[in-house]
């Protein structure tokens, strides 16, 4: 009887109509919860949030002397302050902070003069000073879903108090070798003996996706042998991978065999080599008839397999690379080291790469989490000015670069939100967010530099937000404003508010510190606004200088205990359990370059901002109002 293959597919079709079928059969990750300490390599199976600020107190950065930097202040090279020993008191690199002091002064700056000290230059509060939360905040998202957890991500979520983490639970995939002539790997093999080494590279590519392999005995040509083998390897494994015996040949029962135990999709794919695979299932469990050649059998796991895996595993299966990048801001470095800086990446508008540094301090682990690349700068360079081309060593996969929606602007936890959906949704989707403030967010996206940008800048003429600064930084047009959600703005003070605050006013109180927003924040001017609006001075609020680049990092200070208040949004006052004094709801709108709007990555985020489901996410973080 003549054979036939049943199908001649289309790779592309065949792949995409296979993981279709297989998702309607219930495909998906399988999560298990396993010890921090055990979870290098593996895969998040949700989103993990910190559950304690890191560094949980307020811990000195340098060795020297801890005072109130106010007692420093009028100090100079010709007019040194003198300290006595009470006001003082020295410290060592890593000691909390003693009680009645907000700065350090490092011991090259301090001079002895018997038990006093002279200081020829001024403090500023919080100098030297790892501050609660620097590296990150209880209630901030440390990985979304379906993140491959690095070993700067083990120490990222043990600073934020995190012990166990929910992980996508490794396949078992069953390698089942059949043939006649085959026999186990050997130094003396008869004429006519074919030594069986598929399994072994299958399991070795298997493994490099984090799957576990799990290899059965060799099946001869017996049909019934080969079902059954089949059956129980079906039962034992959650995918199945059946080597040989899918071509026309007499004694190839590959195909009966899938058919027989579960459903066969394709028995015949247009490519060469690798034309007999079988694609089938049994259930939701994958069943892959590879073709015995060696050859033929890593093209079709690798076209055929990887996409499968990734399903079940949330992983990129991708290989990393070396890039060229535009550097995006001044990045200085000393003479003295070699510097490896990490980067974040994103797409500029003519299809090039931005490099953005990262925090480079040696405490912060989050960044190395955040990280895209490196960028090697060598011994003798200073560094390099915005717009340098620079090579980066890629430390993800370069497609999801490619894949990347860059957001630059002011910070909220909506936008962690958003992403983490889509990472659910898609494991291909990578939203790369960066924290500069609604001026930054305006200046990134004019610049090309990010796809979209989050502002909520008022005016205080008209008392609209967002719309006449678009007007006056985009004349000629060139971006679209997107509607994102409203949110309450006010102060937030410690639990039972102790310090009595009322209003902003009391922000120049002698007995209120006071932490802020950095310069072109939407919080920074909203706080400028009422200092305005009260007829008060900056100079009349004890921290005013003090910057923090989030909502959550200015409560973290305010619940630690090292600031009275701070302006900020309800929900992070809710996750910190503070009070909140309510000043006036704002928009936080979304600017997106008119180029990129009409791509699958912007779609797919408006699609998400506009869903119910986060709707619900932002009920349980509170002080949200979506638009209609």
């Known amino acids: 009887m003549k054979y036939e293959y049943l199908t001649n597919e289309d790779l592309d079709i065949a792949v995409e109509s296979y993981i279709t079928a297989l998702k309607a059969e219930g495909l998906t990750p399988v999560s298990e919860t396993i010890p921090v300490f055990e979870a290098s390599g593996r895969v998040t199976a949700e989103a993990v949030y910190a559950h304690i600020c890191a560094p949980h107190y307020n811990a000195s950065a340098m060795d020297g002397i801890a005072l109130m930097a106010n007692v420093t202040f009028g100090a100079t090279e010709t007019t040194p302050v003198r300290l006595d020993a009470s006001q ?292 003798d360079c200073e560094g390099y000015e915005a717009g340098d081309k620079v090579k980066v060593t890629l430390l993800r996969p370069i497609q999801d670069l490619n894949n990347t929606l860059t957001i630059i602007g002011s910070h909220d936890p909506l936008i962690d939100e958003v992403a983490d959906i889509l990472k659910r949704q898609n494991p291909d989707s990578v939203v790369s967010s960066s924290h500069v403030g609604s001026m930054g967010a305006i200046m ?59 209003e902003f006013k009391d922000m120049a109180r002698d007995d209120i510190s006071y932490v802020n927003r950095q310069k072109g924040a939407g919080t920074r001017i909203l706080c400028d606004y009422l200092i305005k609006k009260n007829g008060m001075n900056a100079a009349d609020i004890y921290g005013y200088e003090r910057e923090e680049f989030t909502h959550t990092s200015v409560a973290a200070q305010i619940a630690s205990g090292t600031a009275d208040a701070g302006l900020g949004i309800y929900s992070a006052a809710k996750t910190y359990d503070l009070d909140f004094i309510p000043i006036c709801n704002e928009e936080y709108d979304l600017l997106i370059d008119e180029k990129a709007y009409d791509s699958e990555k912007i779609k797919d985020f408006l699609k998400v901002l506009h869903s119910d489901e986060l709707k619900e996410r932002l009920k349980r973080l509170g002080g949200y109002e979506t638009w209609d």
């Open 88 to 379: 003082f008191i020295q410290v060592d690199t890593g000691d909390p902070m003693p009680e009645g002091t907000d700065a350090v002064v490092m011991i090259e700056d301090v001079v002895r003069d018997g038990d006093d000290v002279l200081l020829y230059g001024a403090a500023v509060p919080w100098q030297h000073v790892r501050q609660v939360g620097e590296d990150v905040c209880a209630g901030d998202m440390i990985l979304p879903s379906y993140t491959v957890i690095t070993p700067a991500a083990l120490g990222a979520m043990l600073a934020g108090g995190v012990m166990e983490v929910s992980v996508v639970k490794p396949p078992v995939v069953g390698i089942i070798p059949t043939g006649d002539e085959i026999v186990a790997p050997c130094t003396d093999p008869k004429p006519g003996d074919i030594i069986e080494f598929n399994s072994t590279i299958f399991s070795g590519i298997l493994s490099s996706w984090g799957a576990v392999p799990k290899t059965y005995p060799i099946v001869k040509d017996i049909k019934e042998d080969i079902i059954n083998t089949m059956k129980k390897a079906v039962e034992e494994c959650d995918a199945v991978i059946i080597n040989a015996g899918s071509s026309a040949g007499r004694d190839d029962y590959s195909s009966l065999a899938v058919s027989t135990v579960g459903t066969m999709l394709y028995h015949g794919i247009a490519i060469k080599p690798g034309k007999p695979a079988i694609l089938g299932y049994a259930g939701k469990k994958p069943i892959l008839g590879v073709p015995g050649y060696p050859v033929s059998g890593i093209i079709v796991l690798d076209q055929i397999m990887r996409p499968v895996i990734e399903v079940m595993t949330g992983r990129n299966l991708h290989q990393q690379a070396e890039i060229e990048a535009t550097l995006g801001r001044v990045m200085t470095s000393p003479l003295k080291y070699r510097e490896f800086v990490r980067v974040r990446l994103g797409v500029d508008d003519k299809g090039g790469y931005i490099a953005t540094p990262l925090s480079r301090g040696a405490g912060v682990v989050t960044s190395f989490v955040k990280a895209d690349g490196i960028i090697d700068v060598p011994q």
């Open 444 to 502: 990134a996206v004019k610049r090309g530099e990010a796809q979209m940008g989050a502002i909520h800048l008022l005016d205080e003429a008209t008392g609209e937000y967002n719309t006449s600064f678009v007007a006056k930084y985009f004349k000629d047009g060139g971006v679209k404003l997107e509607k994102g959600v409203k949110r309450v703005q006010g102060i937030m003070v410690a639990k039972g508010n102790p310090k009595g605050i009322k």
